[in-house]
């Protein structure tokens, strides 16, 4: 942003504080050289868009991004501020005063003085080279809002917890104790596509078969040098920083692989995709859960400790019916992760320092098959045609069964996903 932008956010934002309209929004001293802004997050069970949300959207009013009527989008209306703030020469982040760990959150900010501003702040840049034009650009964010991130890291240690899928967790992945109709489907399941995507640029895949499922997490302790192992499941680890191209973006990504030490734990079955999130950095997912009524949800945050069905393939197959028949369109057999930073929607993966993409095989396979058959309805070939009828049998079959099942209580260690409204 130039300086007179900053000069323009400076008035503006000087005139909202005075006006006292806005819950939170406040001087943090006596001499009005600090303010506090509130920055409660979207994914709070007490969040409410009207009062946590209405500095963020009455700044977007005001560059003209939103208007009555509009799609409301409480979470691009805090990036945009948030960006603004840390790019404008005028306005300092003051982080030992920021409580961003209480019911009410707020982040307080430091007017800079002009006489200080004559070296001005570090030049706008992306983490995967030059800035493009239109809106990403005036979303773009400094490597300092990236430090800013990193800093909002849950907690500044890590309570020991176990390191294993709980006991109590053991019957969500048992539901069926009956094969399902095909031995090879049911192990189809626990097949897991990983990949690692940094800065938007694939950096590499990988397949879990292991009945257990996984572990995901760095190479090794930064700074111990033992790695995380386990030999009862098997162990997938972030690729290195170092294969990045750019240095800015290495940097940064190996600062937050930092947080990622213990990493997270995911494992499959026929009921879906579990997560157990032990590292200390955030990760907000966006997948086919079983938190929302829509087969389209909005990214949520995974709680640390807890166990989360963060895909469900019994909504999967409802969605692929309906798909089937025209109505919707084509789910998404994938769930994606992304780590420290908040993820609005999955459109803005590409811009994020580290995105993991989980997909079930199986159910990839099923959507594949079903595509083919709707490119080929009048195929000539028996072998096709006998392979796509197989498919959507199975298919059925698979259904029918997932819905017959009686899905039991919840074991304590759920928590119910709340995804993020906008």
């Known amino acids: 942003m130039s300086n007179s ?52 959207k009455a700044w977007a009013v005001f560059k003209g991004k939103f208007k009555e009527g509009d799609k409301a989008e409480p979470a691009t209306w805090k990036t945009r501020l948030r960006c603004a703030l840390n790019k404008s020469p005028d306005f300092e ?32 840049m992306t983490m995967t080279g030059p800035t493009s034009s239109g809106d990403h650009t005036d979303m773009a964010c400094s490597p300092t809002e990236i430090e800013e991130l990193i800093k909002e890291e849950d907690g500044c240690s890590i309570q020991a917890s176990p390191e294993y899928w709980p006991q109590s967790s ?34 590499y895949n990988t397949l879990v078969t292991h009945p257990e499922g996984c572990r995901i997490s760095p190479q090794q302790h930064l700074g111990r040098g033992a790695p995380y192992s386990s030999d009862s499941m098997q162990n997938v680890h972030f690729p290195p920083a170092e294969l990045i191209e750019y240095e800015r973006q290495r940097y940064f990504t190996r600062k937050l692989l930092g947080h990622l ?12 995709i579990f997560i157990k999130r032990l590292c200390q950095s955030r990760v907000f997912c966006s997948g086919l859960g079983d938190g929302s009524s829509q087969y389209g949800s909005m990214p949520w945050k995974l709680e640390r400790d807890s166990v989360v069905k963060i895909f469900d393939t019994g909504r999967f197959f409802q969605a692929l019916q309906l798909y089937q028949e025209g109505q919707i369109a084509a789910p998404d057999p994938s769930v994606t992760l992304c780590f420290g930073e908040e993820l609005n929607d999955v459109s803005s993966a590409k811009s994020k320092l ?69």
Not at 100 to 122: A, M, N
Not at 175 to 202: A, C, E, R, T
Request: with cysteine.
């Open 354 to 422: 580290i995105i993991l993409q989980i997909t079930m095989v199986n159910c990839q396979h099923m959507l594949e098959s079903l595509n083919m058959r709707r490119s080929q309805p009048y195929t000539s070939s028996p072998n096709v045609e006998m392979s796509d009828d197989v498919a959507t049998e199975q298919m059925a079959r698979i259904y029918q069964d997932l819905c017959s099942y009686s899905v039991p209580q919840r074991p304590a260690c759920y928590r119910d996903n709340m995804p993020i409204t906008a």
């Open 5 to 56: 932008g900053g000069r323009r956010l400076k008035q503006w934002l000087m005139e909202q504080i005075q006006s006292a309209q806005y819950s939170g929004l406040q001087w943090e001293d006596e001499s009005r050289t600090m303010f506090r802004i509130p920055w409660k997050h979207a994914g709070k069970q007490d969040y409410n868009q009207e009062v946590d949300a209405s500095i963020f």
């Open 261 to 272: 030490e213990r990493g997270v734990l995911v494992r499959a079955n026929q009921e879906g």
């Open 170 to 203: 053991m019957n969500a992945f048992s539901l069926h104790q009956d094969p399902m109709p095909s031995g090879n489907v049911n192990s189809g399941f626990s097949q897991l596509m990983i990949s690692f995507y940094y800065g938007g640029k694939l950096m």
């Open 93 to 124: 982040e003051v982080t030992e005063r920021s409580q961003l760990d209480i019911s009410e959150p707020y982040k307080v900010y430091r007017i800079v003085p002009e006489e200080e501003q004559k070296h001005g702040k570090i030049p706008v």
